[in-house]
């Protein structure tokens, strides 16, 4: 299976260059997992933003960003 690996990129909300994971599949405390292309394409590419988990200053939050904020690539790793 595909998934979907968002870099953060410079001067956007999470710290640059650190990888932002899918929130909604990702509960606290659990490992971080990425998207697969299929959600990607059929949910969040039509919505033009993710609610992502990745680091701020350092620590873990959450925010809905523009998918314009990542640079996107893909894996066959989801974690």
């Given at each position: 299976m595909t998934y979907?690996?968002?870099?953060?990129?410079?001067?956007e909300w999470f710290d640059a260059g650190t990888e932002v994971f899918d929130a909604t599949i990702c509960d606290w405390g659990r490992t971080l997992k990425r998207m697969s292309i299929?959600?990607?394409?059929?949910?969040?590419?039509?919505a033009g933003h993710i609610l992502?988990?990745?680091?701020?200053?350092?620590?873990?939050?959450?925010?809905?960003?523009?998918?314009?904020?990542?640079?996107?690539?893909?894996?066959?790793?989801?974690?």
């Amino acid at each position: 299976m595909t998934y979907i690996k968002f870099i953060s990129k410079t001067d956007e909300w999470f710290d640059a260059g650190t990888e932002v994971f899918d929130a909604t599949i990702c509960d606290w405390g659990r490992t971080l997992k990425r998207m697969s292309i299929e959600d990607y394409k059929s949910t969040w590419i039509k919505a033009g933003h993710i609610l992502g988990r990745g680091l701020k200053n350092g620590f873990w939050d959450e925010e809905l960003c523009p998918l314009e904020e990542f640079e996107i690539s893909y894996t066959e790793d989801q974690i």
